[in-house]
């Protein structure tokens, strides 16, 4: 590293673990302590949240006063809650994906949400309480003001360093990852975690509206260019460690994901089944909170066998049954 340079930076850089009220735990939020004063992430709409924020800024001698940017990986309530707060405070320019917009705003298509739950075999006891659930997580963030949209293939300089902008859909529908190249740094949000296999969360396509978001055809796609982008750099992850080999990490998450898409592909080899039987029988004791995260990767794994002409969708009046393709 020269002088002056992206060692400096790197050494500007710090991780500050957030409280959050969700199982995942703690969200990691990073500080560069540099010219211009970033924050990436904020943590959810929480008192003790924004108590960790402001602890982390204080020990780099800074208050939530000094923030210049506020730039977020994607659209989840844990990773953006306090960003309106934090952006009105500083006067910070805050930035989101454009294809999270929808998030950020804090609306879900409810109907859709209900509907594709009905289709998927859940009676409304469920269905009901999946919607009161998700909801409540609503309440821990609030909706962004305008602000400044990112697509990826940007760079935003900063002094002596710089952000690189990648889309990396797969997470939510406008997952983003920064390349901090003079630092030597990813910061990759819940693209890539280290010790957490990222959840594929059933949501609308933003790019074609009233359809699903393929989420996790669209994921393989985002580690297959993680891997082909790879530099060498450490990885800051969304939740816990960072991830020092990401090419080592990458070829794991993978093989994680064939033999989750083998259960499926097991399970259906016995006859053809709804979304709500998949779920009964990969996760059995899943309590109701935890149903949207069963029926989301389910789901998430369904529509990558579709698309790879592995599982077909017969759709009946009321619901929906996958079988094997023949
Ligand atoms: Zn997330």
Same mark, same amino acid.
């Given at each position: 590293m020269k002088p002056g340079g992206g060692g400096?930076?790197?050494?500007?850089?710090?991780?500050?673990?957030?409280?959050?009220? &969700?199982?995942?735990g703690p969200v990691n939020v990073h500080l560069v302590a540099a010219d211009p004063v970033t924050l990436f992430d904020t943590g959810p709409m929480t008192d003790d949240a924004y108590a960790a924020v402001a602890a982390g800024l204080a020990a780099e001698g800074l208050a939530v006063r000094d923030l210049e940017r506020i730039v977020i990986t994607h659209g989840h309530q844990d990773h953006y809650g306090l960003g309106a707060r934090l952006a009105a405070e500083s006067g910070a320019v805050l930035f989101g994906s454009r294809l999270d917009r929808a998030h950020f705003r804090g609306g879900r298509n409810t109907r859709a949400l209900l509907d594709d739950l009905a289709r998927s075999g859940f009676g409304l006891p469920i269905r009901a309480a999946v919607v009161l659930g998700v909801a409540a997580v609503g309440r821990f963030a609030e909706p962004f003001p305008p602000h400044t949209e990112l697509e990826g293939g940007e760079t935003l300089p900063g002094?002596?360093? @710089?952000?690189?902008?990648? @889309?990396?859909?797969?997470?939510?529908?406008? @997952?983003?990852? &920064?390349?901090?190249?003079?630092?030597?740094?990813?910061?990759?949000g819940d693209t890539v975690l280290r010790d957490i296999t990222p959840n594929a969360i059933v949501d609308e396509d933003p790019q074609r509206p009233g359809e699903r978001f393929r989420s996790?055809?669209?994921? $393989?796609?985002?580690?297959?260019?993680?891997?082909?982008?790879d530099r060498g750099e450490t990885a800051l992850t969304g939740h816990g460690e960072p991830v020092t080999d990401l090419r080592a990490h990458i070829d794991l998450l993978?093989?994680?994901?064939?033999?989750?898409? $083998?259960?499926?592909?097991?399970?259906?080899?016995?006859?053809?089944?709804t979304a709500r039987e998949l779920v009964t029988e990969l996760f059995p004791r899943v309590k109701t909170l935890n149903v949207f995260l069963?029926? @989301?990767?389910?789901?998430? &794994?369904?529509?990558?066998?579709?698309d790879l002409a592995r599982v077909e969708k017969i759709e009946e009046r009321l619901l929906d049954r996958y079988r094997l393709v023949a």
């Open positions: 400096v930076v790197r050494t500007r850089v710090r991780t500050i673990p957030v409280p959050t009220p &969700f199982p995942v002094d002596g360093w @710089s952000i690189e902008v990648l @889309s990396t859909p797969g997470h939510t529908p406008g @997952s983003l990852v &920064f390349r901090l190249p003079e630092a030597g740094l990813l910061l990759t996790l055809s669209r994921y $393989f796609e985002t580690l297959a260019k993680l891997r082909d982008r993978e093989e994680r994901y064939r033999r989750r898409a $083998f259960k499926i592909e097991a399970a259906l080899a016995r006859g053809p089944l069963a029926w @989301s990767e389910v789901t998430g &794994f369904l529509m990558y066998l579709e």
